[in-house]
């Protein structure tokens, strides 16, 4: 069954497991709607590591998003919900299976080790094969909190708190593609998609 679905908002939170996609869709979807992109992580991580408090994290991701009518924000982070969904928004969630995301964000690591690559420019940041297979390990997170995620995100769908936001569900890379061909060809204005459910 075909239902069709509208991009209602320039104000898009893609949220799901690392490894999902979520950089790849956000980068797209900035492009094509003309808006700033902003990455969750490149927020949220100092040099070497080191981790903001709440409040100075919560006021860093307001002061970004302030005065703009239209942004894309890549990433989860459960406790920002207050403040990045203050204002009408929608929220596309990719929830794809786990061995697909373990595979992806395997691959993903594996490049950026083998390329020494810094992760957020000036932070020093780099993934290294011992992190890889420590306990902060990026596949083990994944490994570990994919399921509590999908019930998380199964219920903040249905909770009345977040009404005025607009939940897009999207179970494969298809559908995202789905949404983005809708955009590039101009079949719909620019703030509405097709999707398949």
Not at 17 to 27: D, E, F, P, Q, Y
Not at 53 to 74: C, E, F, K, P, S
Not at 147 to 161: E, G, K
Request: one cysteine or more; hydrophobic letters at 35%.
């Amino acid at each position: 069954m075909t239902q069709t679905r509208c991009l209602q908002h320039r104000r898009i939170n893609v949220i799901g497991c690392s490894g999902s996609g979520k950089s790849t869709l956000s980068r797209q979807l900035a492009k094509q709607l003309d808006v700033p992109y902003f990455e969750m992580d490149q927020l949220y991580w100092g040099p070497n590591w080191t981790e903001p408090d709440d409040a100075t994290w919560l006021a860093r991701i307001a002061t970004t998003l302030a005065g703009r009518d239209g942004w894309v924000l890549d990433g989860s982070y459960t406790r920002t919900q207050g403040v990045k969904w203050r204002q009408p928004c929608t929220v596309i969630w990719l929830d794809l299976p786990l061995w697909q995301t373990l595979w992806q964000v395997g691959r993903r690591t594996q490049r950026r080790v083998m390329a020494r690559q810094e992760l957020w420019p000036g932070t020093g940041n780099r993934e290294s094969l011992g992190r890889a297979f420590s306990r902060q390990s990026i596949l083990l997170w994944v490994w570990n909190t994919h399921r509590s995620q999908r019930q998380r995100n199964l219920a903040l769908m249905r909770d009345p708190t977040y009404s005025h936001v607009q939940f897009i569900h999207l179970t494969s890379l298809r559908q995202a593609r789905d949404l983005l061909q809708q955009l590039t060809t101009g079949d719909s204005n620019p703030v509405m998609a097709a999707l398949r459910d």
